[in-house]
């Protein structure tokens, strides 16, 4: 099983600039695509970006291009959200997960940390 903790959310301005952290422990980190998703009050969960395994690809929704950069350190067993320009549809519970590169269901969960932007 791989265990995922998120930390790094709290209340910001509009237009400033938060970075999420998430941290694995368990299985084999390097055997994983990594997926940040958000949850705002009153809406589905989506996937907002994902990291290939070796992190050499990303993939982002239309509105956080440009503005959002995912990345992953694999010596320290972590995936990692940059997120500038906040706006206030940015606000919501985010989430890391995880799925095997074979599979599109992903498996592992962390516990989620909440972002709020205020205008």
């Known amino acids: 099983q791989l265990q995922l903790v998120e930390s790094g959310g709290g209340l910001v301005q509009v237009g400033v600039s938060l970075r999420l952290s998430c941290a694995a422990s368990?299985?084999?980190?390097?055997?994983?695509?990594m997926g940040w998703f958000r949850q705002a009050p009153g809406k589905e969960r989506e996937l907002v970006a994902t990291?290939?395994?070796?992190?050499?690809?990303?993939t982002y929704i239309a509105s956080v291009k440009g503005r959002f950069v995912i990345s992953r350190d694999n010596v320290k067993q972590s995936v990692y959200l940059q997120m500038n320009s906040l706006k206030p549809g940015d606000t919501g519970v985010y989430y890391c997960?995880?799925?095997?590169?074979?599979?599109?269901?992903?498996?592992?969960w962390g516990q989620g940390t909440q972002v709020t932007v205020s205008s």
């Open positions: 997960a995880s799925r095997r590169p074979a599979t599109t269901k992903y498996d592992y």
């Open positions: 368990g299985r084999t980190f390097t055997s994983y695509v």
């Open positions: 990291i290939s395994v070796s992190g050499d690809a990303t």
